[in-house]
């Protein structure tokens, strides 16, 4: 089906779509998902209200300057209960009864990869916050909206909100919960009409937007300028906390090597990450216009591999795979002291 094909199927509503400029990586630059969502709907005809946390930072001024005039920013962090209040009541008035067609819960941080031992549990309730707790606020505060116009909720997950993958605790497990929420979603909107889908892609070099349309009310949520994995600036502050609130027999356990290779992996994890974003993009837009969406979309290389070998394989494969896959780099010093390594594998 073509795209203006899928656009003409649906009635006068509004797409909104948000982009949130949290997690930075590429300093005073938005980009990732987020913001190649924002930019590819404009291009459509869709009307963007892009919500960001520096309504006069590098990322927003870079959306007005390369945007339609369709494109507004909007002063948004998901966890802020006062500003999705205050969204809200902005996109309420500009669509009226109209309703809104979509919301697209795009946000989400990655936190310090590490085991799950290691991570301190500021890391888990960080990732819980805007990875979960974020989405579901804005879900339920637009809902009254969607339930107007029979629309969509989208939600932005992750290959490792449906499988288990090792360094991945926090992040893997505040996905998780937004695809078991957007589940449940599913289930129990359907009688209003509201079609709920989940989006697991595989690895990209993402950030967050949101986006907004004069014919079909849809939002979307999303959160980095510059993707999920932050700053340099932020990774020392997350490293430095890390090693900070190891206990002292923890970090014998583990040893300096182990723990330096914690930050290597962390550099060249955008190496294995895809540039192309337009697996993600298509996805997105097929679950906002298709007339039957699907439930779960696994954008990306590989996606749906592991996903199926999780699901009909014996766990002790599943794990045997992705400890091939996943290499987990030098072994914890007791377990190189001990030759250990990799016998419980």
């Not at 938005?30 to 590098?58: E, M, R």
């Not at 009254?144 to 997950?157: A, F, H, I, T, Y």
Request: charged letters at 20%; one cysteine or more.
């Amino acid at each position: 089906m073509s795209i203006p094909g899928a656009v003409n199927h649906y009635p006068a509503s509004t797409l909104f779509r948000r982009w949130s400029c949290q997690a930075e990586r590429m300093k005073g630059s938005d980009t990732g998902i987020g913001h190649a969502l924002a930019k590819y709907l404009d291009s459509l005809g869709f009307v963007v209200f892009a919500g960001v946390l520096n309504k006069d930072g590098p990322g927003a001024e870079e959306l007005r300057r390369s945007c339609s005039q369709r494109l507004s920013v909007l002063q948004l962090d998901i966890t802020n209960t006062a500003q999705v209040k205050e969204a809200y009541l902005t996109v309420s008035e500009k669509v009226q009864n109209a309703g809104l067609w979509g919301v697209v819960n795009n946000a989400g941080i990655l936190g310090f990869p590490a085991d799950g031992e290691l991570l301190p549990m500021s890391t888990y309730r960080l990732c819980m916050e805007v990875n979960f707790f974020g989405a579901v606020e804005v879900s339920k505060t637009f809902l009254p909206l969607l339930r107007k116009s029979q629309g969509r909720l989208v939600n932005m997950s992750s290959m490792a909100g449906g499988i288990p993958l090792p360094r991945y605790a926090a992040y893997g497990a505040s996905k998780a919960a937004l695809s078991m929420f957007s589940g449940v979603m599913r289930q129990e909107l359907s009688k209003w009409g509201i079609k709920v889908m989940a989006i697991h892609p595989s690895g990209f070099r993402t950030g967050w937007c949101l986006t907004f349309w004069p014919q079909t009310h849809l939002l979307s949520c999303d959160v980095a300028p510059a993707g999920i994995e932050g700053t340099s600036e932020q990774w020392d502050k997350q490293e430095k906390e890390l090693m900070e609130n190891l206990p002292a027999d923890t970090r014998q356990a583990y040893g300096e090597e182990y723990l330096l290779g914690l930050r290597n992996y962390l550099l060249h994890l955008p190496s294995h990450c895809a540039p192309d974003l337009s697996p993600v993009l298509a996805s997105v837009l097929h679950a906002l216009l298709a007339r039957r969406p699907q439930g779960l979309y696994t954008p990306g290389k590989g996606a749906y591999v592991p996903l199926c070998i999780f699901c009909c394989f014996p766990l002790w494969f599943y794990d045997f795979f992705i400890s091939k896959v996943l290499s987990a780099g030098s072994a914890p010093r007791e377990l190189r002291a001990s030759g250990d390594e990799g016998k419980n594998i």
